[in-house]
């Protein structure tokens, strides 16, 4: 089975996903790897700020930031081979990447067993 490592520039958290404004993006990369990790897939991201050592130990994204500089993150590396850089991979390239269907990546929404609603009079508008 592939395995898939995103390197990120630094964020204040290890997900980037805090404070008021969350970047949609960051939120979707968040829950892809949730659901390949949950699916079996070797899925890593690495922040600058909180794994420099990943950083250190790659060769080639140390060659990458040493050459281009943190503009070219975030990297994505499958299989130790450097497939995209300067944004985050699309849902569809992961899934050919990884030779996994879509519905791995897609989050599932969840309703309550009493049909859905958030009130106890019926549904919120």
């Known amino acids: ?5 995103i390197y990120e520039p630094a964020m204040c958290c ?3 996903i805090c404070g008021v404004g969350v970047d949609p993006e960051l939120l979707r990369i968040s829950t892809v790897f949730h659901n390949l990790q949950k699916n079996g897939i070797t899925a890593s991201r690495f922040n600058l700020n909180s794994a420099p050592q990943a950083f250190i130990n790659n060769t080639d994204i140390n060659k990458l930031i040493m050459g281009d500089g943190v503009g070219s993150l ?42 859905g609603c958030c009130c106890a009079e019926g549904c919120c508008q």
């Open 14 to 16: 290890e997900t980037g």
């Open 74 to 115: 975030p990297a994505t590396v499958i299989d130790g081979k450097i497939v995209k850089t300067k944004a985050y991979p699309t849902n569809e390239e992961i899934a050919a990447w990884l030779e996994i269907p879509a519905s791995y990546l897609e989050a599932i929404e969840t309703k309550k067993s009493d049909g």
């Open 1 to 5: 089975m592939k395995t898939m490592s």
